[in-house]
């Protein structure tokens, strides 16, 4: 019966095509504005690695000012990043399976003479866990090992697209890049890897694609490197001038992740960090209250508002834009409708239920609620190339909106939803039109 | 096969009563072939909109193949349109958007039948109508009496116990008026019983029965009560 009503539905469009295409183009422009909206509320919301966010948590240390919060619409958060000194002493815990420190910065990259000229390219140091903590892919070679962190042995690991500019593209395993004043040796090149949001890096321009290159953490020092990211600190200035004593200062500037499989482990790590910090305050350190923070990925991206208010704030404009559109088709359908009283009639006296009836307007609405869903995504795939073109503009980066298949589903639900809004009532309407009133006037 | 006693039917509006069907009692046996005849608005259509189910009426009991079908629901009134009575109108009332084949299987798409057996149904009630040939066209490609028989096809394929035909003939000329009352004479000699509402006495000759109506009430000729108007007084055919 559904295909019938289907084949019912789609005769009664092509009879009055001009007023069918006019409902339908009503509900795509609806879809197209609903969804381009939710599916840029869903690329900020959207979970960046489902397969571990639940065994990956961020680590911060209220080892700020006691005399003033830390800067935030929320005064007992902790900084949002750590200093050097207490990294250093975190990361010689043995808890964790998985654990890094990272920051990142902005050094020349010297490429051969004839590919191109020097250029300041954003690196990010890591630690070798980085690599298999995050699942980044690897299309040539691998990342470093823990002796290469210890050196730190020169290894680089580039992007794809950093490898497509340096190499060609070309397995550039075992070849040399020159950064700054070292030559460094390529140990692997990443595969495309794209995460919409820089999740393991959202202390600022979280839109920003991952660093075109990775280096090994403790080349800090050697090169006497500076973070090219946020850094907050308090306190006097460190008795040891210079870079040295930015390291020992309480600057914050460091991002910290570890990777704690079990509830246990995160018990464990998280009395490992208590014990840290009481040991520092006997030291004069940490005169703030106890405050650690060990944040899985999904709630450190809400804490730090990954979602704009904005975005979601549009989305529900969106989206009642879309139910504005169903309701105003809604006196359309209606007359159209009612305009197919006397076959109404004739089905009836033949044996049609009013349920039949029903059903077979509500399929038509339907109908074109996911003839409008179908023209309604292209429009919202258009518009979301507009936006990428936008962003490219701001983050140099063009493919942060993509619509993904929830949201193509999401798309579905909606257009089918807005047919309903749109056809219930006069579904519900005809269906009551008594039969014999329409059957002399056929 | 169709009993109905003391009915009233009665339309209002705020300001006027129009009593459509006043006392109106009638018989009608299995297999008959009855003509109701009687001028504009003596209640001809109001009594076949009741008899058909398409309408309620105020007062009386109705019976229809033994069954009481005074007081239904909307959904049993329709299961019984659908297995039980065809209707036949004088426009015809095919569906313009669906072909010959698609209009026939109208009331067999409202009876869970498999596709192949509506399909033999189909097949045969156009045949039993001489269109086969026309099972493609367009109700807009047929001529009037094609159309006519194109309904009546679509009332054969559903096999009803009763026919309700509202002046079949009003819209053909004469010689399609002599193949349509010949196809329901053909029908009605199956054992089908018909109902026939028309103004036209040739037609209403072929009928067994002429019934008169007059102000929502069966006469005689001279328009006085008659008999038939009280149903243990008129001869049981059922």
Known sequence: MLLYNLRIALLSLKRNWILSAVIVGGIALGIAVSTMFATTRHVFARNPIPQKSDVLYYVRLDSWDPQRPYPGDDPSRPPTQITYRDMVEIMKSDIPLRQSAMFRSNLYVFPDPKVGRPQKTMVRLCFADFFPMFDVPFKYGSGWDKKADAGPEPVVVLSAEENDLLFGGTNSVGKTIRMEDRELRVVGVLDVWRPTVRFYDVTANFFQAPEPIFMPFNFLRPMKLRTFGNSDGWGPSPSIPGFEGRLVGESCWIQMWVELPTREKRQAYEDFLAAYVMEQKKAGRFPRPLNNRVTPVMAWMKEQKVVPQEATAMMIVSLLFLAVCALNLMGLLLGKFLARAPEIGVRRALGARRFDIFVQHVVECELVGLMGGVIGMALALGGLVWMNNWMKTVTQRGDVFRMDAPMAALSVALSLIAGLIAGVYPAWRVCRIAPAVHLKVQ | ?238
């Open chain 2, 1 to 238: 096969m169709l009993e109905m006693k003391d009915i009233k039917k009665v339309y209002r509006t705020d300001l006027v009563e129009t009593h459509a069907l006043a006392e109106f009692s009638l018989r009608v046996g299995s297999g008959e072939f009855v003509a109701i005849m009687g001028p504009s608005g003596s209640g001809k259509t109001t009594f076949l909109n009741v008899a058909g189910l398409l309408d309620t009426f105020d007062e009386g009991r109705y019976w229809l193949d033994g069954e009481d079908v005074s007081r239904l629901s909307d959904d049993q009134m329709s299961r019984i349109r659908n297995r039980k009575i065809g209707f036949i109108f004088q426009s015809f009332n095919l569906i313009p958007d669906l072909d010959v084949f698609d209009n026939v299987d109208v009331p067999l798409r409202y009876r869970a039948l498999p596709a192949a057996d509506r399909r033999a149904r189909i097949e045969k009630a156009l045949e039993l109508v001489g269109l086969s040939s026309r099972a493609r066209h367009l109700p807009s490609q047929l001529s009037g009496g094609q159309q006519q028989r194109v309904a009546i096809a679509r009332v054969l394929a559903g096999d009803p116990r009763l026919i309700l035909a509202d002046e079949p003939t009003g819209n053909l000329d004469s010689l399609m008026t002599r193949e349509i009352m010949d196809l329901l004479e053909r029908i009605n000699e199956q054992g089908t019983t018909i109902v026939m509402v028309t103004h036209s006495p040739e037609c209403a000759a072929r009928a067994h029965r002429q019934i008169h109506l007059l102000d929502g009430k069966v006469v005689d000729l001279e328009g006085r009560p008659a008999p038939m108007a009280r149903p243990e007084l008129a001869p049981s055919l059922g």
